[in-house]
């Protein structure tokens, strides 16, 4: 599927699929939707508005993007994610936005920053106003995500802020421990939405997608993605301040669960 990333599959409810994704995550993320309006809210610090350029690292099917693209109207937005099922989602939702870029580019990458701007058509001297993730970065190892960091620091223009949502292990047993515990309660409650499992077994019995589904298991095989969650709070500073950022601040959290702020 690699070969022609802006083909659309036809014949597929692209925006149901986008709202059962919605629901799955509002799920197992508490308060998804305040997490999202911080970083809609932060992006407004950006250098460059009201045109200014936002980059989303690990966009999934588009739902971010949209939340961006409606609080900055003026803003341009480029979406990133190697994953070709959420990137036909996104194309056929977010995509449809004359502001808004859909690429797929590997954060795994040591040149995924060159391979974005080539993608995007965006010059090396210029820069985005923000870089976001949320729920994305938690799947690297922790010598990626340094490098995600660094290559995030070189895309942004002076002053350009960071902002990652996602969740930050304590890195203490006892923390760590009730984090989880309050996580299990949370989606303990009755919730009438798919979980992750029952989302992504949706996915690989439509046939239509069978093809993106199949392309989806070739790059990601399951023991790629067993090891999620393993960088402490402590990691993502360090890594942070590593990459050439002067102030990190956190600017929202439940228990280990925070939208962390680097500012160039």
């Known amino acids: 599927m690699g070969d022609d990333p802006d083909r659309v599959t036809p014949g597929v409810d692209w925006e149901s699929w986008l709202r059962r994704w919605e629901r799955m995550q509002a799920r197992h993320l508490h308060d998804r939707a305040g997490r999202i ?9 950006a250098p460059g508005q009201p045109s200014v350029r936002i980059v989303e690292l690990g966009c999934g099917p588009g739902g971010i993007l949209g939340a ?12 990133l994610d190697h ?15 004359p502001d808004t870029a859909l690429v797929d580019v590997d954060l795994r990458r040591p040149d995924w920053t060159d391979r974005l701007r080539g993608a995007a058509g965006i010059a090396d001297g210029d820069g985005f106003g923000a870089v976001v993730s949320s729920t994305a970065l938690h799947w690297l190892e922790p010598d990626q995500l ?6 995030a620091y070189r895309l942004l223009r002076p002053a350009g802020i960071l902002l990652n949502a996602d969740r930050l292990a304590f890195g203490e047993a006892r923390l760590d421990a009730l984090a989880e515990r309050m996580r299990q309660t949370q989606e303990a409650e009755p919730s009438r939405a798919e979980d992750w499992t029952t989302w992504w077994a949706g996915i690989a019995a439509e046939p239509a997608l069978a093809a993106l589904h199949a392309e ?6 399951p023991t790629s993605h067993a ?3 393993s960088c402490t709070e402590d990691d993502h500073l360090r890594l942070l301040r590593a990459a050439g950022f002067s102030r990190v601040a956190k600017l929202w959290a439940w228990y280990d669960s925070a939208v962390l702020c680097a500012l160039r």
Do not use: K, M
């Open 68 to 79: 961006l693209a409606e609080r900055h109207p003026g803003a341009r937005l480029v979406g």
């Open 37 to 45: 309006e911080v970083l809609a809210e932060a992006c407004g610090l």
């Open 216 to 221: 989806r298991e070739r790059r990601f095989p």
């Open 227 to 229: 090891h999620g969650h």
């Open 146 to 151: 340094g490098q995600v960091y660094a290559g």
């Open 83 to 97: 994953d070709p099922v959420l990137l036909a989602i996104a194309r056929a939702t977010a995509g449809r936005r």
